[in-house]
């Protein structure tokens, strides 16, 4: 609810923006949104082209964090009837909902780490206020307009499916279930080849036939070798086409570490689990219940 409230409150800011002005606006409204721990009043930081500016207009520069937080306590109420707990933004995660909006809005940041916490011990700060007295730089805020690398335009669409690859899908495993090994083996492996046929190799639905049929040859003790290797094929082609941290890329991982464990990689299983949980922690914080699907995977033996 919060991320989707705002969504719509950033979308007024946005709104009408001249192009110029944008990554110092988003800059300045992430800071007021996610980096309050690290700065509680921050500043726009306008660049020196932008002093031949007028900016006495732009509702965004009189943003705080204090309005901030309310403008999106009156949204979740106004869209949802649900009235936020007293100081929600502390129990929140910022990198959770940083995530969150981002994907909402289309913002494109900068590969670097940001501090959201003056605790935080970062090793490699960007340059950007100099102290001249012992030269040391100082971080004022979270994030800056260099950080606001773009903003892209999220497009809703509805996918095409192919009705044959999926009946061929359908066949292999009901014969599979028949105790016709045989001829469900072949029609699985005519269903992936309609689907790279139809979709190409990087896409999707490529990526989800190769994670089903490698669940299904999992099962079986002559195809496990293969079922690794389409459990790998899916993860990759789910990475370049969803991204490092989609959900479904999440559960490719899952189900290739399921696979390494079936086929007797213990070890390699376990390095997959360790990193989609320290992917996950970055998606939906800590302590989610879906976690305890992912636990189940350790040997007992491993710490």
């Not at 605790?119 to 001249?132: L, Q, V």
Request: net charge negative; aromatic share 10%; charged share 25%.
């Amino acid at each position: 609810m919060v991320s989707r409230a705002t969504k719509h409150v950033l979308s007024r800011y946005l709104r009408k923006l001249p192009l110029l002005h944008v990554s110092t606006c988003v800059s300045h409204l992430l800071n007021c949104l996610v980096g309050f721990k690290f700065n509680a009043l921050p500043q726009p930081h306008f660049s020196p082209d932008d002093e031949f500016d007028d900016f006495s207009q732009a509702k965004w520069t009189e943003v705080t964090v204090r309005g901030l937080q309310e403008e999106i306590t009156r949204e979740v109420f106004k869209r949802f009837r649900y009235r936020l707990n007293h100081e929600w933004w502390s129990q929140s995660s910022c990198i959770v909902l940083l995530r969150e909006v981002c994907l909402k809005l289309g913002f494109q940041l900068k590969a670097r780490t940001y501090l959201f916490d003056r605790n935080e011990n970062c090793p490699a700060k960007p340059k950007k206020a100099t102290n001249g007295t012992n030269g040391h730089h100082v971080e004022e805020t979270t994030f800056y307009p260099e950080d606001i690398m773009n903003v892209v335009p999220v497009i809703k669409d509805a996918p095409m499916k192919s009705v044959l690859a999926e009946e061929a899908y359908d066949a292999g495993k009901a014969a599979l279930l028949q105790n016709r090994k045989e001829l469900g083996i072949d029609l699985l492996a005519e269903s992936l080849s309609l689907h790279e046929q139809i979709y190409g190799v990087l896409h999707p639905d490529v990526a989800r036939g190769y994670s089903k049929l490698s669940l299904i040859y999992n099962q079986l003790d002559e195809m496990r070798a293969t079922a690794c290797e389409l459990a790998r094929k899916a993860v990759i082609v789910s990475e370049r086409t969803l991204g490092l941290d989609n959900q479904e890329t999440i559960l490719n991982w899952l189900n290739w570490a399921l696979c390494e464990h079936s086929n007797g990689n213990t070890k390699v299983a376990l390095s997959f689990i360790i990193h989609v949980l320290s992917i996950w922690r970055n998606i939906f914080g800590e302590g989610h219940p879906d976690e305890v699907t992912m636990m189940v995977f350790y040997p007992e033996n491993e710490n």
